[in-house]
């Protein structure tokens, strides 16, 4: 079936470096969903794209959609560290699913 | 306050009885969904509804089942449970389809031994 792929899987940074990881997808997408999940809660959503190219911030987190469409990227700066959490990709398929990727899992140290 | 809420949030249960995680959010909206986070594969849809007696199969709908006779609520049920069905459940909601912001509730551990 349908698969988006997160890289990296986990990230270990010191507090106040900044993050990049990417999401890919072997097909098309026309809307990109960026969740955060904190530790024991459900997900949430941080930034939302529609089109293709687009680059959106939300305070210190930058999301583009990439050019090709198949892919996206979240940014974020100056880590601190309530950014722990998983970081998940999203994006809409047949119409009325949603697909998820497999999740970066960032740990922020002080 | 805008919520969705799930129960039980943790259930240990044993092979081949039945159980039931509710779901039920305040929102009014027309579109809910059941997801399993398990490690290393993400969230994976199991059912998702568009509306009240609307129903359809996520990518793991084997082993479960859902209804839609209240726009609020959105149980699962697992009328055999298996140890492979051992995960992280969570439900959530949105106004429109599956690409709108969807609102997730706190999560339910299920443990079948």
């Known amino acids: 079936g349908q698969q988006l792929n997160q890289s990296p899987q986990s990230m270990f940074i010191q507090e106040g470096e900044d993050v990049s990881m990417n999401c890919t997808s072997s097909s098309i997408f026309n809307t990109w969903l960026w969740y955060k999940q904190d530790p024991g809660e459900g997900p949430v959503l941080l930034i939302a794209?529609?089109?293709?190219?687009e680059l959106t911030s939300n305070g210190r987190l930058t999301a583009q959609f990439g050019i090709t469409r198949k892919d996206s990227f979240l940014n974020i700066s100056a880590s601190i560290p309530s950014d722990v959490g998983i970081y998940f990709c999203a994006g809409p398929y047949n119409t009325d699913k949603l697909i998820f990727g497999t999740g970066t899992r960032l740990q922020v140290f002080p | 306050e805008a919520q969705v809420t799930q129960n039980p949030r943790y259930l240990i249960t044993v092979t081949g009885k039945k159980l039931t995680v509710t779901c039920s959010q305040n929102m009014n909206h027309e579109y809910m969904s059941w997801y399993r986070q398990d490690p290393g594969l993400g969230l994976r849809q199991i059912y998702y509804s568009m509306n009240v007696e609307v129903t359809d199969k996520g990518d793991v709908p084997e082993g479960y089942k859902v209804s839609r006779k209240e726009k609020r609520n959105f149980p699962l049920i697992l009328e055999s449970p298996s140890p492979n069905q051992t995960s992280l459940y969570f439900c959530?909601?949105?106004?429109?389809?599956?690409?709108?912001?969807?609102?997730f509730g706190p999560g339910t551990r299920l443990t079948v031994t």
């Open positions: 959530a909601s949105s106004f429109a389809t599956g690409f709108g912001e969807q609102y």
């Open positions: 794209l529609y089109k293709a190219g």
